[in-house]
């Protein structure tokens, strides 16, 4: 079955840079939309930034100019570069992924979820 594993949170200082990285993992046959959401205290959780195969990106209003998604096809791998870190910025940030496995039967893509990993921006 496949999974998603996040990595790269932490804390940093408002104004300042974080990157973080997915990798998806188990018995793929593709991956189609890869992207990162997260979920700030109390409030929904809300589509950052979005890529798909063939490159198509989507971002957020709030991170446009600041935030990119970059994805290596050939690794399963997807990452979120943040810049110009705000204290909104505050969140846990989960990678989302549409796979296609091999228990799930070549063209079937399922909604796959990340652990989450926490970004703490400081004011």
């Known amino acids: 079955q496949a999974q998603l594993v996040e990595s790269g949170g932490g804390l940093v200082q408002a104004g300042g840079s974080l990157r973080l990285s997915c990798t998806a993992s188990?018995?793929?046959?593709?991956?189609?939309?890869m992207g990162w959401y997260r979920q700030a205290p109390g409030k929904q959780r809300e589509l950052v930034a979005s890529i798909t195969t063939g490159g198509s990106i989507n971002y957020a209003d709030s991170v446009k100019g600041r935030f990119t998604i970059p994805r290596d096809n050939a690794k399963n791998m997807v990452y979120l570069q943040m810049g110009s870190l705000k204290p909104d910025d505050t969140a846990v940030y989960y990678c989302?992924?549409?796979?296609?496995?091999?228990?799930?039967?070549?063209?079937?893509?399922?909604?796959?979820w990340g652990q989450g990993t926490l970004v703490t921006v400081s004011s």
């Open positions: 989302n992924a549409l796979i296609s496995s091999l228990l799930d039967g070549p063209g079937t893509y399922l909604e796959r």
């Open positions: 188990g018995t793929i046959f593709s991956i189609n939309r």
